[in-house]
């Protein structure tokens, strides 16, 4: 029993160290890109980019800034300038102790006082997935900061079910710690690359994903503590937000993916565009949860509308694969 307990004990110090020596390794290959702006005692790691009307990017669950900064960013700052930020506790931004960090209407509002403080003055709003729920908070709650909004594959709705089981481990007293600094990283290594060919399903993950947005400063203990917490309070979160969104007054495109598998086109998007007056819903039709990598133009073209202070089209827009976009019926 003895000689067992020491085993145990000698693999799980391995494990700790291990743990340690990869967070002090992923930092160093993957720095900030940017620089920092402290807001509410709470430092947001941002990249600020091009001239022009602004466009303020926010991230989804599970990623960083570097999402964006892989996709849509460069080509928008040929013509505008853009603010991507990394969400409190994600990628190089601060997780403070904040009451209810883990809420989208707070991460919004940090968001804004940032935004504000870096005098950029009214913007189009673009949110990815959890990033979605942000950006319907901050148009809730900031409208008259914005000249567009555009939730794009956004989680904007409760969803029946729960969450995955790791969510809810990393939260439990003693376990959840213990799994953070000892088995999570060894466990996120074998699991990321299966997360990534299913987030971007059915399209195909385009070659080093994981490694171009630095998808392992996921798996450092506070940050994945952090997401979790995110993603286990969001359904309630939700409920509370979602009775509100008649109340938008924000020229809004809201673009989905039909194949969607990590949040629902009928679920989320199509309530959204129902309950939003005036809005533009555009159904990428075979294009799953990441549509500024699988649709890039389409989202672009949205983002520049609203930037230019075009009117959302009325109705939905359906966008088959490789075609031009045309107006239909949803089905």
């Given at each position: 029993m003895g000689i067992t307990l020491l085993v145990l004990a000698a693999a799980f110090g391995g494990l700790y160290a291990y743990t340690l020596w990869f967070v002090n390794q992923t930092e160093e290959r993957y720095p900030p890109l940017g620089a920092f702006v402290e807001v509410e005692g709470t430092r947001l790691h941002y990249v600020d980019k091009g001239e022009g009307v602004p466009v303020v990017l926010v991230h989804g669950a599970s990623g960083n800034m570097r999402d964006y900064a892989n996709s849509i960013l460069d080509?928008?700052?040929?013509?505008?300038?853009?603010i991507a930020f990394d969400r409190p506790g994600?990628?190089?931004?601060?997780?403070?102790?904040?009451?209810?960090?883990?809420?989208?209407?707070?991460?919004?509002?940090?968001?804004?006082?940032?935004?504000?403080?870096?005098?950029?003055?009214?913007?189009?709003?673009?949110?990815?997935s959890w990033g979605g729920a942000v950006a319907m908070a901050y148009a809730l709650d900031y409208p008259d900061d914005l000249i567009g909004l555009v939730p794009m594959s956004g989680a904007t709705h409760p969803w029946p079910g729960g969450v995955a089981w790791y969510h809810d481990l990393?939260?439990?007293?003693?376990?959840?710690?213990?799994?953070?600094?000892?088995?999570?990283?060894?466990?996120?290594?074998?699991?990321?690359?299966?997360?990534?060919?299913?987030?971007?399903?059915?399209?195909?993950?385009?070659?080093?994903?994981?490694d171009a947005i630095g998808l392992d400063l996921l798996f450092r203990p506070t940050t994945f503590a952090a997401n979790s917490q995110d993603v286990r309070n969001l359904k309630a979160a939700l409920a509370r937000q979602s009775e509100r969104y008649g109340d938008v007054d924000v020229p809004t495109i809201i673009i989905h993916g039909g194949g969607d598998r990590s949040v629902s086109f009928k679920l989320h998007s199509v309530p959204l565009h129902e309950a939003i007056a005036g809005s533009e819903l555009i159904r990428l039709r075979g294009t799953g949860h990441m549509p500024h990598y699988a649709a890039p133009e389409h989202v672009l073209d949205a983002i520049g509308r609203l930037a230019r202070g075009e009117a959302p089209r009325?109705?939905?827009t359906v966008v088959?694969?490789?075609?031009?976009?045309?107006?239909?019926?949803?089905d």
């Open positions: 080509d928008l700052a040929r013509t505008h300038r853009v994600h990628g190089w931004s601060e997780r403070s102790g904040i009451d209810d960090i883990h809420d989208p209407a707070v991460q919004a509002r940090l968001i804004n006082a940032a935004v504000r403080k870096l005098g950029v003055g009214r913007h189009v709003l673009v949110g990815h990393v939260h439990t007293p003693v376990v959840g710690g213990f799994f953070l600094r000892t088995l999570m990283v060894p466990v996120g290594q074998q699991l990321k690359g299966a997360g990534v060919v299913g987030n971007f399903a059915p399209d195909e993950a385009p070659e080093g994903f994981a009325s109705g939905i088959e694969k490789g075609a031009p976009l045309q107006v239909a019926a949803a």
